[in-house]
């Protein structure tokens, strides 16, 4: 890719104090590179060249820091790439900072940095259980995940509420901290449950159990518009179930009447599948003595086998179902754009 001589010579030009014609043609170029496979993978063992572009997202020029956050947002596109980016360039502080700034102009690169973090299971609790990014997040003195927690519902931006939200899930994997999540100090439930509430009437009693936030709720509160941010949503909630202390504040906060309800909108079937995985653990038995932490119990292989065969299984049917609906609608809606012909005279 670039001998070791070259290598150096181009990371010299990626600071802020290079004159903006050179570093601007050394981001185009690291931008390139960031474009295919085997650049991205060069790139994993040069952490020094992800830390000048995050370095460099500070720059005067809107180019520059515009073609750095593309070449970020590549790079976490690639699951290789995740603990080089959080653990050997420490990404997320300056990303946070500046991801809770309103006015940044950038956020919507950022919240997408971070959705490629999330996305996939393995990798993120591997990121998500490093120090790095553990401790500033779930920190109590930064009130970082506070601060994150009304962007669930920023009606301006789908890319920063998917952003946010695939953090607060990824949080939620640490279960240490189920019990202050859910506490006064943090109130994690009402800024998920909100998005997932909709109009319909509930009895008194359900309304009186509720958190105050979602208590009778107007006739045009609307729903989260994107099926993929609802499943991170009933995700989040659903790992929170995993410890004792989080199943009992859900249960107590009347959780289940806002996704019995939910149950009955939704027509994402894999929304959907997410969403019953949590009703069943909602109004089931508690876990025998020794099983309370579902996220601690270990799985024979065996049994993990059948789990992950079952799983591919109901994906393949939620697909099917899925096709034939979108096949359904698309004749129906063919046959209502169907004129009769006219008459002869």
């Known amino acids: 890719m670039l001998s070791d001589g070259e290598a150096k010579e181009l990371l010299s030009f990626l600071t802020l104090e290079m004159r903006p014609d050179v570093k601007g043609q050394a981001t185009e170029y690291i931008l390139g590179i960031t474009g295919t496979k085997e650049g991205c993978r060069y790139l994993r063992s040069k952490p020094d060249f992800i830390t000048a572009l995050l370095t460099l997202t500070k720059d005067r020029s809107v180019a520059i820091v515009k073609d750095c956050y593309h070449a970020l947002v590549n790079l976490s596109a690639d699951e290789t790439l995740h603990q080089a980016l959080v653990k050997d360039a420490n990404i997320l502080p300056s990303l946070f900072r500046n991801l809770l700034d309103p006015s940044y102009d950038f956020a919507d690169r ?19 259980r490093l120090p790095e990014a553990r401790n500033f997040i779930l920190d ?58 909709g109009p319909e009437e509930l009895t008194e009693e359900e309304n009186e159990g ?32 995993a410890t ?69 299984k109901e994906q393949e049917q939620m697909e099917r179902e899925k096709e034939e609906l979108e096949k359904s609608e698309l004749e129906r809606n063919e046959s209502e754009n169907m004129q009769p012909d006219g008459l002869s005279r």
């Open 244 to 312: 004792k202390v989080g199943r009992q504040i859900l249960k107590d906060k009347n959780t289940y009447p806002i996704m019995r309800e939910f149950h009955r909108w939704e027509t994402e079937p894999h929304v959907l599948a997410a969403c019953e995985k949590l009703v069943q653990v909602l109004i089931g038995d508690e876990p025998e003595p020794g099983m309370e932490n579902l996220l601690e119990v270990d799985i024979p292989e065996d049994v993990e086998i059948k789990l992950k065969d079952m799983d591919a």
């Open 110 to 128: 950022i919240s997408t940095i971070l959705s490629n973090l999330s996305r996939h299971e393995k990798t993120c609790k591997e990121v998500f």
């Open 210 to 241: 509720l958190p105050v936030d979602l208590q009778y709720l107007p006739e045009d509160k609307k729903r989260e518009e994107d099926p993929d941010i609802r499943k991170m949503l009933i995700e989040t909630l659903h790992l929170l179930t």
């Open 140 to 197: 109590k003195e930064r009130c970082v995940v506070q601060r994150l927690l009304p962007y669930t519902q920023y009606d301006d931006s789908t890319i920063r509420r998917g952003g946010v939200v695939g953090t607060l899930r990824n949080c939620c994997f640490d279960y240490a901290h189920h019990g202050w999540l859910l506490s006064d100090a943090v109130d994690i439930l009402p800024f998920l449950l909100l998005p997932l509430a």
